[in-house]
């Protein structure tokens, strides 16, 4: 996530600074050719370009938006996971009967190995929406960019110490046993969770909860299924190829016929006018592309760069509010935001 109030030069340099290349050296070989050349014969008229334009802004716009609803409810689902955990430990700790048969020490250690495994599961959830799908950036078959957002991503990962330090986290958090089957399940979350409700069962049979208390929990437990559910969706459907692809085209045809097009307009007032056209039409191209890589990044907010949703600093939060719950002391740090971007 990007914490800047203002998005700096090196941010947009870094997401689209191939981009500006690209758009500068196409609209001055048009104008060379156009200059040089009198390769009159390859300008268009500028109204196509013009329709061709407000078509490509309202279908930029549209995925825009349904980009922005799907980062919004990732940060929304990772929010609900937050007042949720808080409610889950501090109904764990609160629960309790007048049951003298059950050891406090031994109670006490089972409520701490609830709330334990419930923090190993948030960082087992998160690493698990980290693992790229064929259609993220991040995904070398993605395209011939893929490259430079794996390097981007080791970037954040060079800047963020904790950031792939998930396994320590469970072998913290979790009992040898436990840790040793993180690779026997798929989806070790939901493992973890499903271990959870049996311990809580288990509670409520030896008389350390009462049977509606046991209800209360399970229910937050269920609320957790639900959030898992509801990022998974996010994660493992796309944003509609039928309409990200063909903006992306059509942004293409229309960065393609510009030049042509504003050329021959700029041409109209003199010869100064043709190399005068050139930053106008690096300036509206370039305006065109931003606004199709912010979509574009903005539709995966579990895709490891820096618009992603910031799930390892929620984690933190968590885990911090969960382990003063139990008690402790020695509290790890909150995550910081650095070069502009939390992670």
């Excluded at 085209?249 to 006018?273: Q, Y």
């Excluded at 929620?314 to 971007?341: N, Y």
Aim: charge should be neutral; include cysteine; charged fraction near 20%.
């Amino acid at each position: 996530m990007i914490t800047t109030k203002y998005v700096n030069y090196k941010q947009v340099l870094n997401l689209a600074g191939v981009h500006l290349i690209l758009i500068s050296i196409w609209c001055t070989l048009i104008a060379v050719f156009f200059y040089f050349f009198n390769w009159h014969w390859m300008t268009i008229p500028w109204v196509p370009v013009a329709l061709i334009g407000t078509a490509e802004a309202f279908l930029v716009g549209f995925k825009n938006n349904q980009a922005y609803d799907r980062l919004w409810e990732a940060r929304k689902i990772w929010g609900g996971i937050v007042n949720s955990s808080r409610s889950f430990a501090s109904m764990v700790y609160a629960f309790d009967t007048k049951n003298e048969e059950i050891g406090v020490f031994d109670l006490e250690d089972r409520k701490r190995r609830i709330v334990y495994r419930h923090i190993a599961w948030l960082y087992t959830f998160r690493e698990q929406l980290l693992v790229p799908t064929e259609w993220e950036h991040i995904s070398r078959e993605n395209n011939k960019f893929g490259n430079i957002n794996l390097r981007r991503n080791r970037l954040i990962k060079a800047g963020f110490p904790d950031y792939g330090r998930a396994p320590i986290f469970l072998h913290k958090y979790l009992s040898e046993e436990e840790y040793e089957l993180k690779n026997d399940y798929k989806n070790f979350a939901t493992y973890l969770t499903a271990q959870q409700a049996k311990d809580i069962n288990e509670l409520k049979n030896m008389g350390a909860i009462t049977e509606f208390n046991q209800t209360q929990l399970q229910n937050a437990l269920n609320e957790f299924y639900n959030f898992q559910g509801q990022a998974e969706r996010i994660k493992k459907f796309p944003s509609p190829r039928q309409f990200a692809s063909t903006a992306f085209v059509f942004n293409i045809l229309f960065i393609m016929l510009l030049p042509l097009g504003l050329v021959n307009e700029f041409a109209k007032l003199g010869d100064w006018g043709i190399w005068t056209s050139i930053p106008f039409c690096i300036i509206i191209g370039w305006i065109y592309i931003i606004m199709e890589l912010v979509g574009d990044y903005s539709e995966n907010p579990f895709a490891g760069l820096m618009f992603d949703v910031p799930m390892l600093s929620i984690c933190r939060t968590i885990e911090i509010d969960l382990l003063q719950m139990s008690g402790e002391t020695d509290l790890p740090d909150p995550i910081a935001s650095k070069h502009g971007v939390l992670v």
